[in-house]
Protein backbone atom coordinates (compact mmCIF):
# COMPACT_ATOMS: atom_id res chain seq x y z
CA UNK A 1 0.00 0.00 0.00
CA UNK A 2 2.86 2.64 0.76
CA UNK A 3 4.67 1.68 -2.19
CA UNK A 4 1.27 2.61 -4.31
CA UNK A 5 0.95 5.80 -2.18
CA UNK A 6 4.59 6.59 -2.90
CA UNK A 7 4.34 6.62 -6.45
CA UNK A 8 0.81 8.66 -7.02
CA UNK A 9 2.77 11.20 -4.16
CA UNK A 10 5.45 11.67 -6.70
CA UNK A 11 3.58 11.93 -9.72
CA UNK A 12 1.41 14.27 -8.40
CA UNK A 13 4.24 16.44 -7.21
CA UNK A 14 6.23 15.92 -11.00
CA UNK A 15 2.88 15.92 -13.19
CA UNK A 16 0.66 18.12 -11.32
CA UNK A 17 3.19 20.23 -9.01
CA UNK A 18 0.72 20.10 -6.35
CA UNK A 19 1.98 21.42 -2.18
CA UNK A 20 3.06 18.94 0.43
CA UNK A 21 -0.39 20.14 2.07
CA UNK A 22 -2.53 19.30 -0.86
CA UNK A 23 -0.87 15.65 -1.80
CA UNK A 24 -1.11 14.87 2.56
CA UNK A 25 -5.24 15.72 1.49
CA UNK A 26 -5.77 13.40 -1.48
CA UNK A 27 -3.88 10.66 -0.18
CA UNK A 28 -4.21 10.59 3.92
CA UNK A 29 -0.18 10.22 4.41
CA UNK A 30 1.55 12.57 6.53
CA UNK A 31 3.37 15.53 5.48
CA UNK A 32 6.54 13.76 7.65
CA UNK A 33 6.26 10.79 5.12
CA UNK A 34 6.13 13.63 2.02
CA UNK A 35 9.43 14.72 3.01
CA UNK A 36 10.83 11.48 2.82
CA UNK A 37 9.50 10.69 -0.17
CA UNK A 38 9.79 14.07 -2.23
CA UNK A 39 12.56 15.60 -0.97
CA UNK A 40 14.54 16.11 -4.22
CA UNK A 41 11.34 17.17 -6.09
CA UNK A 42 10.87 20.56 -5.08
CA UNK A 43 9.05 23.48 -6.80
CA UNK A 44 10.06 26.30 -8.68
CA UNK A 45 9.58 29.96 -7.44
CA UNK A 46 7.35 30.79 -10.28
CA UNK A 47 4.62 27.74 -9.34
CA UNK A 48 4.96 28.79 -5.94
CA UNK A 49 4.05 32.11 -6.90
CA UNK A 50 1.74 30.75 -9.34
CA UNK A 51 0.14 28.71 -6.42
CA UNK A 52 -0.53 31.80 -3.91
CA UNK A 53 -2.21 33.68 -6.70
CA UNK A 54 -4.39 30.60 -7.05
CA UNK A 55 -5.23 30.53 -3.24
CA UNK A 56 -2.40 29.33 -0.98
CA UNK A 57 -1.81 30.60 1.99
CA UNK A 58 0.76 32.72 2.72
CA UNK A 59 1.80 29.60 5.47
CA UNK A 60 1.81 27.14 2.51
CA UNK A 61 4.37 29.09 0.45
CA UNK A 62 6.44 29.61 3.35
CA UNK A 63 7.00 26.34 4.03
CA UNK A 64 7.55 24.94 1.02
CA UNK A 65 10.10 27.78 0.48
CA UNK A 66 11.95 26.83 3.92
CA UNK A 67 12.24 23.48 2.77
CA UNK A 68 13.61 24.40 -0.50
CA UNK A 69 16.33 26.74 1.37
CA UNK A 70 17.09 23.60 3.68
CA UNK A 71 17.52 21.26 0.46
CA UNK A 72 19.87 23.82 -0.71
CA UNK A 73 22.00 24.30 2.14
CA UNK A 74 21.96 20.02 2.56
CA UNK A 75 23.12 19.78 -0.70
CA UNK A 76 26.40 22.07 -0.23
CA UNK A 77 27.37 20.36 2.47
CA UNK A 78 27.33 17.73 0.92
CA UNK A 79 29.29 19.16 -2.00
CA UNK A 80 31.75 20.65 0.22
CA UNK A 81 32.02 17.03 2.02
CA UNK A 82 32.42 15.27 -1.66
CA UNK A 83 34.82 17.94 -3.01
CA UNK A 84 37.40 16.87 0.27
CA UNK A 85 36.89 13.30 0.14
CA UNK A 86 37.26 13.37 -3.54
CA UNK A 87 40.97 15.34 -3.02
CA UNK A 88 41.67 12.25 -0.60
CA UNK A 89 41.45 10.15 -3.94
CA UNK A 90 43.56 12.11 -6.54
CA UNK A 91 46.67 9.63 -6.28
CA UNK A 92 45.23 5.73 -5.19
CA UNK A 93 47.46 2.99 -5.04
CA UNK A 94 46.91 -0.51 -7.01
CA UNK A 95 47.13 -2.22 -3.86
CA UNK A 96 43.45 0.37 -2.68
CA UNK A 97 41.64 -0.39 -5.45
CA UNK A 98 42.42 -4.34 -5.81
CA UNK A 99 40.87 -4.62 -2.70
CA UNK A 100 37.86 -2.28 -3.13
CA UNK A 101 37.20 -4.73 -6.12
CA UNK A 102 37.77 -7.50 -3.70
CA UNK A 103 35.28 -6.11 -1.29
CA UNK A 104 32.42 -5.35 -3.81
CA UNK A 105 32.78 -8.45 -5.03
CA UNK A 106 32.45 -10.01 -1.83
CA UNK A 107 29.63 -8.06 -1.30
CA UNK A 108 27.69 -8.29 -4.23
CA UNK A 109 29.26 -11.30 -6.39
CA UNK A 110 28.03 -14.45 -7.30
CA UNK A 111 30.08 -17.28 -5.04
CA UNK A 112 29.13 -20.64 -5.74
CA UNK A 113 29.83 -21.13 -9.36
CA UNK A 114 33.84 -22.09 -9.75
CA UNK A 115 33.98 -20.54 -13.51
CA UNK A 116 31.20 -17.59 -13.51
CA UNK A 117 32.35 -14.22 -12.29
CA UNK A 118 28.84 -12.50 -11.98
CA UNK A 119 28.17 -9.08 -10.34
CA UNK A 120 24.43 -7.65 -10.74
CA UNK A 121 23.96 -4.29 -9.55
CA UNK A 122 21.25 -1.29 -10.34
CA UNK A 123 24.04 1.23 -10.18
CA UNK A 124 25.81 1.74 -13.57
CA UNK A 125 29.17 3.01 -11.95
CA UNK A 126 29.69 0.01 -9.85
CA UNK A 127 28.85 -2.34 -12.72
CA UNK A 128 31.29 -0.09 -14.70
CA UNK A 129 34.41 0.13 -12.14
CA UNK A 130 33.96 -3.64 -11.81
CA UNK A 131 34.10 -4.21 -15.54
CA UNK A 132 37.08 -2.12 -15.55
CA UNK A 133 38.33 -4.23 -12.21
CA UNK A 134 38.14 -7.29 -14.15
CA UNK A 135 40.36 -6.08 -17.04
CA UNK A 136 42.76 -4.36 -14.34
CA UNK A 137 43.45 -7.10 -12.26
CA UNK A 138 42.11 -10.84 -13.60
CA UNK A 139 43.50 -9.69 -17.37
CA UNK A 140 40.10 -10.59 -18.45
CA UNK A 141 39.48 -7.93 -21.74
CA UNK A 142 35.92 -6.57 -21.80
CA UNK A 143 35.28 -8.03 -25.24
CA UNK A 144 34.81 -11.51 -23.04
CA UNK A 145 32.33 -10.00 -20.89
CA UNK A 146 28.63 -10.04 -21.33
CA UNK A 147 25.09 -8.29 -20.00
CA UNK A 148 21.80 -9.19 -19.19
CA UNK A 149 18.93 -6.62 -17.69
CA UNK A 150 16.39 -7.20 -15.17
CA UNK A 151 13.75 -4.91 -16.14
CA UNK A 152 9.90 -4.10 -15.60
CA UNK A 153 7.02 -4.13 -18.75
CA UNK A 154 6.71 -0.65 -17.93
CA UNK A 155 10.20 0.00 -18.94
CA UNK A 156 11.41 1.63 -22.46
CA UNK A 157 13.55 -2.20 -23.14
CA UNK A 158 15.46 -0.54 -25.88
CA UNK A 159 15.79 2.56 -24.31
CA UNK A 160 17.45 0.95 -21.04
CA UNK A 161 19.61 -1.68 -22.78
CA UNK A 162 20.93 1.53 -24.91
CA UNK A 163 21.45 3.71 -21.66
CA UNK A 164 23.24 0.62 -19.99
CA UNK A 165 25.80 -0.35 -23.48
CA UNK A 166 26.40 3.33 -23.55
CA UNK A 167 27.19 4.22 -19.65
CA UNK A 168 29.88 0.67 -19.71
CA UNK A 169 31.12 1.21 -23.31
CA UNK A 170 30.00 -2.18 -24.62
CA UNK A 171 28.79 -3.25 -27.79
CA UNK A 172 25.56 -4.43 -28.72
CA UNK A 173 26.27 -8.48 -29.23
CA UNK A 174 27.55 -8.31 -25.92
CA UNK A 175 23.81 -7.79 -24.55
CA UNK A 176 21.92 -11.00 -24.11
CA UNK A 177 18.17 -10.83 -24.15
CA UNK A 178 16.50 -8.68 -21.66
CA UNK A 179 14.85 -10.17 -18.80
CA UNK A 180 11.56 -8.32 -18.77
CA UNK A 181 9.21 -9.12 -15.25
CA UNK A 182 5.63 -7.99 -15.06
CA UNK A 183 4.58 -5.85 -12.34
CA UNK A 184 3.47 -6.92 -8.82
CA UNK A 185 1.11 -5.70 -6.99
CA UNK A 186 1.98 -3.10 -4.49
CA UNK A 187 5.62 -2.65 -6.30
CA UNK A 188 7.38 0.93 -6.69
CA UNK A 189 7.14 1.42 -10.71
CA UNK A 190 7.10 5.08 -10.98
CA UNK A 191 9.47 5.58 -14.08
CA UNK A 192 12.28 8.37 -13.30
CA UNK A 193 15.30 9.06 -14.23
CA UNK A 194 16.80 7.28 -11.30
CA UNK A 195 15.54 3.51 -12.31
CA UNK A 196 17.18 1.61 -15.22
CA UNK A 197 16.96 -1.60 -14.05
CA UNK A 198 19.38 -4.41 -12.64
CA UNK A 199 22.34 -5.35 -14.71
CA UNK A 200 24.07 -8.44 -14.67
CA UNK A 201 27.74 -8.71 -15.49
CA UNK A 202 29.18 -11.88 -16.24
CA UNK A 203 32.39 -13.68 -17.55
CA UNK A 204 33.28 -17.31 -17.74
CA UNK A 205 37.03 -18.59 -16.52
CA UNK A 206 37.84 -20.80 -14.31
CA UNK A 207 41.76 -19.29 -13.27
CA UNK A 208 40.34 -15.70 -13.20
CA UNK A 209 37.21 -17.15 -10.65
CA UNK A 210 39.78 -19.22 -8.41
CA UNK A 211 41.97 -16.12 -8.30
CA UNK A 212 39.19 -13.59 -7.34
CA UNK A 213 37.68 -15.88 -4.56
CA UNK A 214 41.29 -17.09 -3.11
CA UNK A 215 41.86 -13.04 -2.80
CA UNK A 216 38.99 -12.69 -1.25
CA UNK A 217 39.40 -15.37 1.55
CA UNK A 218 43.03 -14.81 1.84
CA UNK A 219 42.06 -10.80 2.67
CA UNK A 220 39.56 -12.03 5.71
CA UNK A 221 41.50 -14.52 6.77
CA UNK A 222 44.52 -11.84 6.94
CA UNK A 223 42.28 -9.07 8.61
CA UNK A 224 39.41 -10.71 10.28
CA UNK A 225 39.91 -8.98 13.71
CA UNK A 226 42.21 -6.13 12.37
CA UNK A 227 39.80 -3.52 12.90
CA UNK A 228 39.00 -4.84 16.74
CA UNK A 229 42.97 -4.92 17.38
Same mark, same amino acid.
Given at each position: ??? @??????????????????? &???? %??VSKGTL???????????????? %?????? $????? +?????????????? +????? @??????????? @?????? /??????? =????????? +??? &?? *????? =????? *???????? /????? +??????????????????????? %? $?????????????????????? *????? $????????? =?????????????? @???? /??????????
Amino acid at each position: MKA @IEREEAVRLRIEEQLSFGE &ISRR %LGVSKGTLSRWLENLPLSEERLLE %LRRAGW $TKGEV +KRERFRNAMRIRRE +KTEHE @IYEKQRRRFVR @ISDQAL /FVAGLML =YAAEGEKKS +KSD &IS *FTNTD =YILVS *FFADWITQ /FLELP +KGKMRLQLHLYENMDVLGEEKFW %L $TQLGFKREQLWISQVRPLRPGS *FTYRD $TARHGTCKL =YVGSVPAKAKLMLS @IRAF /FDKHTGYMRA
